[in-house]
């Protein structure tokens, strides 16, 4: 059974920090390109950003230069940091991995609440 476990989201200020975490277990995990979604209430869901086995990053374009994401193979684990965080970056965030090279299985966690708010 495949697992993706987000954890780290909450609430924090504007300009603020905020670093999630995701797990994944049932997989091999160093086949599948990983990373994060998120989707607000009446949008559709966006990149935030993935990472490949090899470390190869894409980021979402409304987070550049806010985000690192990394990854753990070893410990089947996917970070992301963000910073300098906005009320527009409120959402949830969706943890995903999707195999490579062909991306014929996707999974999807649960999702963590981000809200940026005073």
């Known amino acids: 059974q495949v697992q993706l476990v987000e954890s780290g989201g909450g609430l924090v200020q504007p300009g603020g920090s905020l670093g999630l975490s995701c797990v994944a277990s049932?997989?091999?995990?160093?086949?599948?390109?990983v990373g994060w979604y998120r989707q607000a209430p009446g949008k559709e869901r966006e990149l935030v950003a993935a990472?490949?086995?090899?470390?190869?990053?894409d980021n979402g374009n409304s987070v550049k230069g806010r985000i690192t994401i990394s990854r753990d193979n070893a410990k089947n684990t996917v970070f992301l940091q963000m910073n300098s965080l906005k009320p527009e970056d409120t959402a949830t965030y969706f943890c995903?991995?999707?195999?490579?090279?062909?991306?014929?299985?996707?999974?999807w966690g649960q999702g963590t609440q981000v809200t940026v708010s005073s």
């Open positions: 990472i490949s086995p090899g470390g190869n990053t």
């Open positions: 049932g997989i091999i995990f160093n086949i599948y390109k």
């Open positions: 995903n991995a999707k195999s490579i090279p062909l991306g014929r299985q996707v999974y």
